[in-house]
């Protein structure tokens, strides 16, 4: 093939790393499998298809660390299997994904339990849609504490995931199917025994929102695609239907407070619209911890997530949800979402969100001591790169500028996560933009030296004609 010049092998390292950000585009064809019945939702295109059985005896298996995609049935019990060891605690998130358009009622949802081999219930949790009546992504979990002290549920062995519907039976969405994306995580178990209580005090105060000129960012479609930011003010545009998901790296002993905001509009229309503004905050292994709405008449609205505690091992033992899934370090998950109601009362197109993150406290405490690795790796900590992409929240590299967003919506307005090459240095984060940026610049300084060489060598060779043309 011959030998290629440096500047050729950079051309050509730009060229792979350009066309493998915008080959894995959700908006293009070679993505199309990583969303929902065009719902919007983002899937993670390394999902397994995994089909959810209508026995326990029939259950697939999900492990920790996978991430699975399945269906969940207009009605009856979908199992799913896990093989647990003793030692670890092991979590397992299912979010449902409706139909887009569906007409959900305030009651429709689904529930999962976790289950032993003997029906024994280790967790229950319910998610629903809500006073705002939209269809968009829920999420509940399961979990199977190692050190629970219910001794039905911390033995190795066989267990089960149950999902099913809640629903009524009025709603148009009853004989829907809703997609679903399951994803399982282990936890460690600690080198020494740690507290067995939850904390006694911490700040519960209401924090004041994160003040200061917002920074456009867009948010991702779903948790995987979801954009890093830390603290700060973020802008972004959103059509009525849609949810965006951003992640913030919050390290132990870290607390964390969030604050969503609908701005007025000028368009016409009149009336109240129910839950219009959804702010909804989880935990890194995407078990919901926290919620907050805000009506909707036209004028500005907030919602704003209650006090929650710094992270702390000893927070899973709290009855509260908001102080139970504070109980890891790691990216905790703000989904912002606009009734797809407002477009009824004020019309399709773009609604102006700001999100104010406030983290405050020191980032690199102790966290308690696991005896090995979680499972994934590292979603239990928060590492330099994670602190690096949060930072760059807004540029180039870090996140999506909203007013990049295009007609690559996929809820009928524009898209706050942006056009195709913006989402995909969104979705990559700080390491595919600053790849593609070290690649380009290095492009052109070969190019800037090739350019001087050559003029160079040039001018070496007329000063060598020059002193062999014959004189007169």
């Not at 011959?2 to 064809?29: N, S, Y």
């Not at 019309?347 to 020191?362: P, Q």
């Not at 390491?431 to 070290?438: N, P, R, Y």
Request: charged share 15%; with cysteine.
């Amino acid at each position: 093939m011959g030998r290629r010049t440096p500047r050729a092998t950079i051309r050509v390292a730009v060229a792979a790393a350009v066309f493998g950000a915008v080959a894995a585009l959700p908006g293009l064809p070679a993505a199309a499998a990583g969303t929902a019945n065009g719902s919007g939702y983002a899937f993670d295109p390394a999902d397994r298809t995994l089909a959810g059985a209508a026995d326990s005896a029939d259950a697939g298996l999900v492990e920790p660390g996978g991430s699975y995609r399945s269906t969940l049935p207009p009605s009856g019990k979908t199992y799913y299997r896990l093989d647990l060891e003793a030692a670890s605690t092991a979590y397992v998130a299912v979010t449902a994904v409706p139909p887009p358009g569906s007409d959900v009622a305030v009651t429709d949802g689904i529930r999962v339990a976790l289950q032993d081999a003997d029906s024994h219930y280790c967790s229950t949790d319910t998610a629903s849609f809500g006073a705002a009546r939209s269809a968009r992504p829920i999420t509940a979990w399961g979990t199977r504490g190692a050190d629970s002290g219910r001794s039905a549920c911390r033995d190795a062995g066989t267990y089960y995931v149950v999902v099913e519907r809640l629903r009524t039976s009025s709603s148009a969405a009853a004989d829907d199917s809703f997609d679903l994306e399951l994803t399982a995580a282990a936890e460690p178990a600690l080198q020494e025994p740690g507290p067995t209580s939850a904390p006694d005090a911490w700040n519960s105060a209401s924090p004041a929102p994160q003040s200061g000129t917002p920074r456009e960012l867009g948010g991702g479609a779903g948790f995987v695609t979801a954009a890093p930011v830390g603290q700060g003010v973020w802008s972004a545009a959103a059509a009525p239907g849609q949810t965006l998901f951003y992640k913030v790296p919050v390290d132990w002993g870290q607390q964390l407070s969030a604050t969503a905001e609908l701005g007025s509009t000028r368009r016409g229309g009149s009336g109240l619209v129910a839950g219009a503004l959804g702010l909804s905050l989880y935990n890194p292994v995407r078990a919901p911890v926290a919620d907050a709405t805000a009506n909707y008449g036209g004028s500005q609205k907030s919602a704003a997530l209650a006090a929650l505690p710094p992270v702390a091992y000893r927070n899973r033992y709290a009855v509260r949800d908001a102080v139970g899934g504070m109980r890891f370090a790691g990216f905790y998950y703000l989904a912002l979402h606009l009734s797809d109601r407002v477009a009824e009362r004020y019309g399709d197109g773009a609604f102006a969100l700001t999100l104010r993150v406030r983290v405050e406290g020191a980032p690199g405490q102790p966290g308690p001591g696991y005896a090995g690795g979680s499972t994934p790796e590292d979603i239990f900590q928060v590492t330099d790169r994670d602190r690096q992409a949060a930072a760059a929240a807004g540029s180039l590299t870090g996140g999506l500028p909203a007013g990049a967003a295009g007609a690559a919506g996929t809820t009928g307005g524009p898209a706050a996560g942006g056009g195709p090459a913006m989402k995909a240095l969104a979705a990559g984060g700080i390491g595919a933009g600053t790849l593609l940026l070290v690649l380009l610049g290095a492009w052109t300084i070969a190019a800037r030296r090739r350019a001087a060489a050559t003029a160079s060598a040039s001018a070496a060779a007329q000063t060598r004609a020059s002193a062999q043309k014959p004189t007169a």
